[in-house]
Structure formats: C-alpha cells, structure tokens
C-alpha cells in the first residue's frame, strides 16, 4: 500500500483571527456611520474608511476562504510532494526533481526577542527549479533566489508547519526520495 501523509491547517487558528477583525470593522463602520458624531464627514475619514475597509476585507476573504476549504499544508506521496503553506502553492514537485533534502539554520525575527533566531529548515533543491519558478509572479520568483543564494536551495520547509508529525514528514520525504533514485538509476 502506498504510504501518504497529508497534514492540513487547524480551522481554529483562522477563526480566531476572524473574530478580531469583525470586531474592529464592525467597531470602525459604528464610527463612521452611525455615532451621533461620524468621521465620515471630510475626505480624510472617507481615506480611512477605505484603507482600513479594504485591508479588512482582505483578511477576511482569505481567512474565510481557508476555513472554509482547509487546504493541506503538506502532501506527500510516493510520486513527489505539494507544499501549500500560507495558500501559496509549490505545485505539484516530483520526486526525479529533487536533487538534495538537508537542514538548514534560517535567520528569523521574533518579536518577543532580541536579534535575530536561528531556526532549523527542511530545504529542498531541484534539478530543474524552472518548472518551480515559472508559476509565480516576479516578486515570489526574486525571494525564491534570494532563497538560493542563501541556502542552496528552492523550497524551504517551516518545521514548525507540521507540528507533532514533523518526523513523519521529513521521514517519509527521504523514503520517497531514495526510492525514486533508486527506480532512476
């Protein structure tokens, strides 16, 4: 039987962004349109309301969206893997595409800290990273080479993404991997 490992993200982390931001739009569409003294009366709170009507409406699509459909971070399969971390997608990468697996130390920001953290990566590097890079857009294709140039590879995995089950995947990542070479060779 062919192993598969599909790890999806928890609905409750995009419900508890959604109740804040009703909150504040529905706080912000009170006081610009219904207290007994709205800010919609120049052109200044009619910017505002726009800005902040707009950032807001983002938000929520795109939280509702992935509440609603709940893609997979992660799918991994005999056959290769998608990463779909924050809805952008990888796309399908096969595993004859994949050249090296290893661990990485990537320089993160906390906001709780002090300075800059090291944190632990799976990164991935292709082959043939054209199949990878053609399908965004050209401010995704300039991080993906900052990407490269830093550490050597195309797609960078947050262990922290997989939570409980990061063994599993980086386990099964290898299994599959050494298998598709051995089937090339």
Not at 173 to 181: H, I, L, Q
Request: charged content about 20%; some cysteine; overall charge neutral.
């Amino acid at each position: 039987m062919d192993e598969q490992l599909e790890i999806k993200h928890s609905r409750l982390i995009h419900l508890v962004i959604l109740i804040p931001v009703l909150a504040l739009m529905s706080i912000m569409v009170w006081a610009f349109y219904f207290k007994e003294d709205p800010l919609m009366k120049d052109d200044t709170g009619i910017i505002v309301c726009a800005i902040i009507g707009s950032i807001g409406s983002i938000v929520l699509y795109f939280n509702l969206k992935m509440l609603i459909q709940n893609p997979a971070i992660i799918t991994i399969n005999k056959d290769g893997f998608e990463y779909n971390p924050s809805g952008v997608s990888s796309g399908w990468i096969q595993w004859s595409n994949v050249e090296e697996i290893k661990y990485v130390d990537v320089k993160t920001e906390r906001r709780n800290s002090q300075g800059v953290n090291l944190e632990t990566a799976l990164a991935v590097k292709l082959q043939d990273n054209s199949i990878y890079l053609n399908q965004y857009n050209i401010v995704i294709k300039g991080l993906m080479k900052i990407n490269q140039g830093m550490y050597d590879a195309d797609i960078l995995f947050s262990l922290s993404s997989f939570g409980k089950k990061c063994d599993d995947v980086v386990a099964l990542m290898n299994k599959n991997w050494a298998s598709s070479k051995r089937k090339i060779h």
